[in-house]
């Protein structure tokens, strides 16, 4: 069973800075990348920041600057440091991965975590 398990969400004024984890645990032999997202409600997910095996990291344009995602996937972590938020900010942010991972057989598959709250106040 494989698992993404996020952690640091919380309530920041805007202009603060949080530090958003995911940790992957499971059968997992590798990764190809590892993701940020965020919905807001009545709107659609959204792709933050992704960093693949490469090392290789793309942004949303509303966060470059200001966002910074690093992956160690020999610990199968990924982090996503927050700076200058802002209160459209404001969302559930969620950690996806593409895993290659061994179940009855071995396969390449997408994960999600199961969502840390930001809330940025003015």
């Known amino acids: 069973q494989v698992q993404l398990v996020e952690s640091g969400g919380g309530l920041v004024q805007a202009g603060g800075s949080l530090r958003l984890s995911c940790s992957a645990s499971?059968?997992?032999?590798?990764?190809?990348?590892m993701d940020w997202y965020r919905q807001d409600p009545g709107r659609q997910r959204e792709l933050v920041a992704r960093?693949?095996?490469?090392?290789?990291?793309n942004y949303a344009d509303s966060v470059k600057g200001r966002f910074t995602i690093s992956g160690d996937f020999a610990k199968n972590t990924v982090t996503l440091q927050m700076n200058s938020l802002k209160p459209e900010d404001t969302a559930v942010y969620y950690c996806?991965?593409?895993?290659?991972?061994?179940?009855?057989?071995?396969?390449?598959?997408?994960?999600w975590g199961q969502g840390t709250q930001v809330t940025v106040s003015s």
């Open positions: 996806h991965a593409e895993l290659k991972v061994r179940t009855v057989t071995i396969g390449t598959f997408s994960y």
């Open positions: 499971g059968s997992i032999i590798s990764i190809n990348a």
């Open positions: 960093v693949t095996s490469g090392g290789n990291t």
